[in-house]
């Protein structure tokens, strides 16, 4: 789907945060197709014998590192990227990580912790008991935004950036809308599994080669990111079924933070396993869905836990 | 997964919203199996030749008729009912309105609309060019709530009630917090198919027969309803992959609104349909995630549309 890359950006050139004053490393005309060499999301500081107490020296103004920009030819404000992945290639090193203050229950785990895996790329990631089935892709893609200065790289905006967003993987198509000539597309925080909403704040983070190909919409005019899935986004997942917990009331992030919370204690009861690992695992694997938003004055979120992991 | 019911529990057994001093149609023992007549959540007020004029005749004090309740010997409040879904029979006939000052997007769409749909039970139900694969469920299931006097039929519950989860389906097991003596269990407003947030309001409305065998787990303590799912549940949907929007910002609700109107846009666009339409559709079959709910201050909520039901 996409063709063999024309160039290669390596993982040294990156940047941190976003800029619209950063210079680009490459220009390309719409339709080149690139392999990006992207870091994990704390650019290397962990490695395989790295332990919790590896979390507390973490330099949080070097997480996120994004390989790029890249300056499209002819891109102008109001056309759209069009971001269509290719292939990946993990490194078969990852790491999820608790980070205090940082995550959906922050406040209910305030003590650092750290799992690094180590796979096999194209088999199941392996915790204790628990087969995680892997989907690559990137966590964050995006552009760089009209505002002037220096922007953190953690909010995702309307260009794009930290979406985490599980299903921009192998076949999918992005459209990302431009706010500066050029758009300035930078892509990075490759994770190799991670559930809809990403609940521990972390994935299973891991650096990893990526080939896109970069087009341009003129005129495309979007409010928001958009995107296509070349087929189903939850096979990997779902032939076992799923443990789903739920929460009811007028807040969906309140909502979102009682299903979750109700997931730790079933699997923690369950299997055994320490609240924290079952939260971090459930981060790599969980969904998180809205099953009713017009019943005022209660919604539901529910949390689906695919049974396969821990079957 | 069901027995042969003992009981059948008729459409006439009904009661409009929730009050536990409902007295009970039937006690029954633990375990047993019952076969319940629901009523589409109009009570019927619809039929075959019914236009939107007919929405506005809607009485909303007879909206939501649950059938039931039953009592179940030795329920106590900490304990759960534990209902298993056996098969569901659906009429065939249903219902899609648009109901004014009721949905996700009231304030953009505030005139009333209806889709009668007719459909062979099985097969996919037309409306134009689109074709939505069918997935029975149970809209509203749940218990009498412990606080006396009436309350409302719309919101859900801890007991449950309205809960819309599109996954209560046939071989799902549902576990629901006892509140009172007998539990005092009732069911309705089946749906013969929905997405993820039911984003419109209703979904493809339908009497149906379904089977559920109600048992007890005593000293459950849930504080929340949770689920089991036998298998995969976006099957049906999955197979052509989905166009996705997203909404990117501080508050999952205005997230949720902004998704949903990119993608009403998206579909009246390219397929031609009048946008209240798109609207309507998209709540039968389009689910809402959140992808990402860690990356502060902002968060990303995603629409997919299943590209099958337009291919």
Same mark, same amino acid.
């Given at each position: 789907m996409c063709d063999a890359p024309h160039y290669t950006i390596h993982n040294h050139q990156m940047h941190y945060g976003w800029d619209n004053a950063f210079r680009p490393v490459q220009t390309i005309a719409p339709g080149t197709t690139l392999l990006f060499q992207c870091n994990d999301a704390a650019g290397g500081?962990?490695?395989?014998?790295?332990?919790?107490?590896?979390v507390a020296t973490l330099d949080f103004s070097k997480t996120n590192p994004v390989t790029g920009p890249i300056a499209i030819d002819g891109a102008e404000p109001g056309d759209a990227v069009k971001v269509t992945f290719g292939g990946f290639t993990p490194s078969g090193l990852g790491w999820t990580a608790n980070i205090p203050g940082f995550g959906l229950l922050a406040d209910q785990f305030p003590d650092p912790a750290l799992k690094m895996w180590s796979y096999t790329p194209g088999t199941p990631a392996l915790w204790g008991m628990a087969k995680v089935p892997l989907k690559p892709f990137t966590g964050t893609i995006g552009l760089a935004p009209a505002e002037p200065g220096p922007h953190s790289i953690v909010p995702p905006r309307r260009v794009g950036g930290n979406l985490d967003i599980r299903d921009l993987s192998e076949g999918s198509v992005l459209y990302l809308p431009v706010e500066v000539a050029g758009a300035l597309f930078s892509v990075g925080d490759t994770h190799a599994a991670q559930g809809d909403g990403e609940i521990c704040g972390t994935a299973i983070e891991n650096a990893m080669d990526v080939v896109l190909t970069l087009d341009l919409v003129k $005129?495309?005019?979007?409010?928001m990111p958009r995107f296509t899935t070349? $087929?189903?986004?939850t096979r990997h997942l779902d032939a076992a079924g799923y443990e789903v917990t739920t929460g009811v009331g007028p807040d969906l992030m309140e909502g979102a933070r009682m299903a979750v919370a109700e997931m730790v204690e079933l699997l923690a009861a369950r299997h055994g396993l320490p609240p924290v690992e079952a939260y971090m695992l459930a981060s790599t694997c969980g969904d998180l869905r809205?099953?009713?938003?017009?019943?005022?004055?209660n919604w539901v979120v529910s949390f689906y836990f695919p049974r396969v992991v821990l079957a």
């Amino acid at each position: 789907m996409c063709d063999a890359p024309h160039y290669t950006i390596h993982n040294h050139q990156m940047h941190y945060g976003w800029d619209n004053a950063f210079r680009p490393v490459q220009t390309i005309a719409p339709g080149t197709t690139l392999l990006f060499q992207c870091n994990d999301a704390a650019g290397g500081h962990f490695h395989a014998g790295s332990t919790a107490e590896d979390v507390a020296t973490l330099d949080f103004s070097k997480t996120n590192p994004v390989t790029g920009p890249i300056a499209i030819d002819g891109a102008e404000p109001g056309d759209a990227v069009k971001v269509t992945f290719g292939g990946f290639t993990p490194s078969g090193l990852g790491w999820t990580a608790n980070i205090p203050g940082f995550g959906l229950l922050a406040d209910q785990f305030p003590d650092p912790a750290l799992k690094m895996w180590s796979y096999t790329p194209g088999t199941p990631a392996l915790w204790g008991m628990a087969k995680v089935p892997l989907k690559p892709f990137t966590g964050t893609i995006g552009l760089a935004p009209a505002e002037p200065g220096p922007h953190s790289i953690v909010p995702p905006r309307r260009v794009g950036g930290n979406l985490d967003i599980r299903d921009l993987s192998e076949g999918s198509v992005l459209y990302l809308p431009v706010e500066v000539a050029g758009a300035l597309f930078s892509v990075g925080d490759t994770h190799a599994a991670q559930g809809d909403g990403e609940i521990c704040g972390t994935a299973i983070e891991n650096a990893m080669d990526v080939v896109l190909t970069l087009d341009l919409v003129k $005129g495309a005019n979007l409010k928001m990111p958009r995107f296509t899935t070349p $087929g189903p986004v939850t096979r990997h997942l779902d032939a076992a079924g799923y443990e789903v917990t739920t929460g009811v009331g007028p807040d969906l992030m309140e909502g979102a933070r009682m299903a979750v919370a109700e997931m730790v204690e079933l699997l923690a009861a369950r299997h055994g396993l320490p609240p924290v690992e079952a939260y971090m695992l459930a981060s790599t694997c969980g969904d998180l869905r809205i099953s009713e938003i017009v019943d005022a004055p209660n919604w539901v979120v529910s949390f689906y836990f695919p049974r396969v992991v821990l079957a």
